[in-house]
C-alpha cells in the first residue's frame, strides 16, 4: 500500500465510531450486520458524503478493480457501484446481462463466471434473479462477492442505503414506525430493510393487498422478536403514525400470473391528498424505479426523499467498498 493511500485512510477510516468487521468479507445479507457495525458504516458513509461535496472523490481505492456482474436489469444498483468505485479512485469491469458474446451468455456456469473475474479483479458485485445464487458463488470465489440482489431474496446494500437515509433524514431510527407499503411478497428491498431494522426498537407496520403480503418467515421473524407490528390492506390505517413510507413497486417481473399482477398493480397511490393525513416530518422513501405508485406531485413535496435516497446509494456504496477492501 502506497504513502498516499496510507494517508488517506489515516483521515478517512480513523477515528470511526462502531466497528469494521467487513474486511475481506462477502456481503450477502443483512444478518451480518450489527449496531456495531452499522454504526462504524453510516459514520464512514457522511465522511464519504464529505469528501465528494469537497473534492468529487479521494484515492482510497486506487488501482482496485471491481466486477459488476448483472444478470437481472439494473440502473441505479449499477450505476451507484461504478460511482462509487470511480469516487475512490478504482476502476469497474461491468458486465450486463444485454452484453453479447460474453461467457455468460454462452451458458458458463455462474461458479466459472466468478471464479474467472477474480483473476481480474479485488471483489464481485453480483445480482442474479436466483434467490441463493449469490451465496453459491461467493462460496466459489476467493474474493469478496457482494450481493446486488438475488431474486425475491435480499437487497442488503439497499437496505444500508435505507436505513442511512432514516438516519440522515430524521436524526434518528430508534423510536420511529415504519410503514412499508406495496408489493411486500416479491420486494426483495423490502425483506432485507425489515431484518435490518430489527436491529433497532422501530414499530413496524406491513401494507399489501393479501396476495402481496410479507412472507410469513419474515412477520414471524418480526413478532418473535418482539416488536410492535400490524398488517393491513389499507394505507389509509397508518398515514397519521407513520414516520417513515417505505413505498414499494408491484414487481410485474416476478409474476407467473399476469391477471393476478394486473389484479393489484394500481391498488395503492400516494397522493398529495394522502400525504395532508401525514406527519409534517414524515419521509416517503422508494428503491426505485417507481411505476406509478407515487404521483409526480408528490415529488414537489419535501418530505419525498426518494432522490436523496438515490443520492445516499452513492455513499453507503463508497463506504461499504472501503470497509470490503480496506484493512481498518
Ligand atoms: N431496485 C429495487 C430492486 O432491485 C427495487 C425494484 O426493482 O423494484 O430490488
Redesign the pocket.
Do not use: W
Given at each position: 500500500m502506497d504513502q498516499a493511500i496510507t494517508g488517506h485512510r489515516t483521515t478517512l477510516l480513523e477515528g470511526l465510531p462502531g466497528k469494521n468487521g467487513l474486511y475481506g468479507q462477502d456481503i450477502l445479507a443483512v444478518s451480518q450486520f450489527d449496531r456495531e457495525n452499522l454504526d462504524y458504516l453510516f459514520a464512514l458513509a457522511e465522511r464519504m458524503r464529505d469528501v465528494v461535496e469537497t473534492d468529487g472523490g479521494v484515492d482510497l481505492l486506487k488501482h482496485r478493480v471491481l466486477a459488476a456482474l448483472f444478470y437481472e436489469p439494473?440502473t441505479?444498483?449499477s450505476a451507484s457501484f461504478i460511482a462509487a468505485m470511480e469516487r475512490l479512485g478504482g476502476s469497474v469491469i461491468p458486465i450486463t446481462q444485454g452484453v453479447q458474446f460474453s461467457s455468460v451468455s454462452k451458458g458458463e456456469s455462474l461458479p466459472d463466471t466468478v471464479r474467472t473475474l477474480e483473476q481480474y479483479a479485488d471483489a464481485i458485485v453480483l445480482r442474479h434473479p436466483e434467490t441463493g445464487s449469490v451465496a453459491i458463488a461467493a462460496r466459489y470465489a476467493q474474493k469478496p462477492v457482494i450481493n446486488a440482489?438475488d431474486g425475491t431474496g435480499e437487497?442488503p446494500t439497499?437496505a444500508l442505503l435505507d436505513l442511512f437515509t432514516i438516519l440522515e433524514e430524521l436524526g434518528t431510527i430508534d423510536g420511529l414506525t415504519v410503514a412499508m407499503v406495496g408489493d411486500l411478497r416479491f420486494?426483495?428491498?423490502v425483506h432485507s430493510l425489515t431484518q435490518l431494522l430489527l436491529n433497532y426498537d422501530v414499530r413496524l407496520r406491513f401494507v399489501s393487498p393479501e396476495i402481496l403480503r410479507a412472507p410469513l418467515d419474515l412477520t414471524n421473524k418480526v413478532r418473535d422478536a418482539g416488536y410492535d407490528m400490524r398488517e393491513t390492506y389499507d394505507v389509509h390505517d397508518v398515514i397519521g403514525e407513520a414516520d417513515v413510507l417505505y413505498v414499494?413497486?408491484v414487481?410485474k417481473e416476478r409474476f407467473s400470473d399476469l391477471a393476478q399482477y394486473e389484479q393489484v398493480k394500481d391498488y395503492y397511490l400516494i397522493s398529495p391528498a394522502l400525504l395532508e393525513r401525514a406527519k409534517p416530518k414524515m419521509v416517503v422513501m422508494h428503491?426505485?424505479?417507481r411505476v406509478g405508485e407515487i404521483s409526480y406531485e408528490v415529488d414537489e413535496d419535501p418530505r419525498a426523499a426518494y432522490f436523496r435516497q438515490v443520492r445516499n446509494g452513492l455513499y453507503i456504496r463508497m463506504a461499504l467498498l472501503a470497509a470490503v477492501l480496506c484493512p481498518a
Amino acid at each position: 500500500m502506497d504513502q498516499a493511500i496510507t494517508g488517506h485512510r489515516t483521515t478517512l477510516l480513523e477515528g470511526l465510531p462502531g466497528k469494521n468487521g467487513l474486511y475481506g468479507q462477502d456481503i450477502l445479507a443483512v444478518s451480518q450486520f450489527d449496531r456495531e457495525n452499522l454504526d462504524y458504516l453510516f459514520a464512514l458513509a457522511e465522511r464519504m458524503r464529505d469528501v465528494v461535496e469537497t473534492d468529487g472523490g479521494v484515492d482510497l481505492l486506487k488501482h482496485r478493480v471491481l466486477a459488476a456482474l448483472f444478470y437481472e436489469p439494473s440502473t441505479r444498483t449499477s450505476a451507484s457501484f461504478i460511482a462509487a468505485m470511480e469516487r475512490l479512485g478504482g476502476s469497474v469491469i461491468p458486465i450486463t446481462q444485454g452484453v453479447q458474446f460474453s461467457s455468460v451468455s454462452k451458458g458458463e456456469s455462474l461458479p466459472d463466471t466468478v471464479r474467472t473475474l477474480e483473476q481480474y479483479a479485488d471483489a464481485i458485485v453480483l445480482r442474479h434473479p436466483e434467490t441463493g445464487s449469490v451465496a453459491i458463488a461467493a462460496r466459489y470465489a476467493q474474493k469478496p462477492v457482494i450481493n446486488a440482489g438475488d431474486g425475491t431474496g435480499e437487497h442488503p446494500t439497499q437496505a444500508l442505503l435505507d436505513l442511512f437515509t432514516i438516519l440522515e433524514e430524521l436524526g434518528t431510527i430508534d423510536g420511529l414506525t415504519v410503514a412499508m407499503v406495496g408489493d411486500l411478497r416479491f420486494g426483495r428491498t423490502v425483506h432485507s430493510l425489515t431484518q435490518l431494522l430489527l436491529n433497532y426498537d422501530v414499530r413496524l407496520r406491513f401494507v399489501s393487498p393479501e396476495i402481496l403480503r410479507a412472507p410469513l418467515d419474515l412477520t414471524n421473524k418480526v413478532r418473535d422478536a418482539g416488536y410492535d407490528m400490524r398488517e393491513t390492506y389499507d394505507v389509509h390505517d397508518v398515514i397519521g403514525e407513520a414516520d417513515v413510507l417505505y413505498v414499494t413497486r408491484v414487481q410485474k417481473e416476478r409474476f407467473s400470473d399476469l391477471a393476478q399482477y394486473e389484479q393489484v398493480k394500481d391498488y395503492y397511490l400516494i397522493s398529495p391528498a394522502l400525504l395532508e393525513r401525514a406527519k409534517p416530518k414524515m419521509v416517503v422513501m422508494h428503491p426505485l424505479p417507481r411505476v406509478g405508485e407515487i404521483s409526480y406531485e408528490v415529488d414537489e413535496d419535501p418530505r419525498a426523499a426518494y432522490f436523496r435516497q438515490v443520492r445516499n446509494g452513492l455513499y453507503i456504496r463508497m463506504a461499504l467498498l472501503a470497509a470490503v477492501l480496506c484493512p481498518a
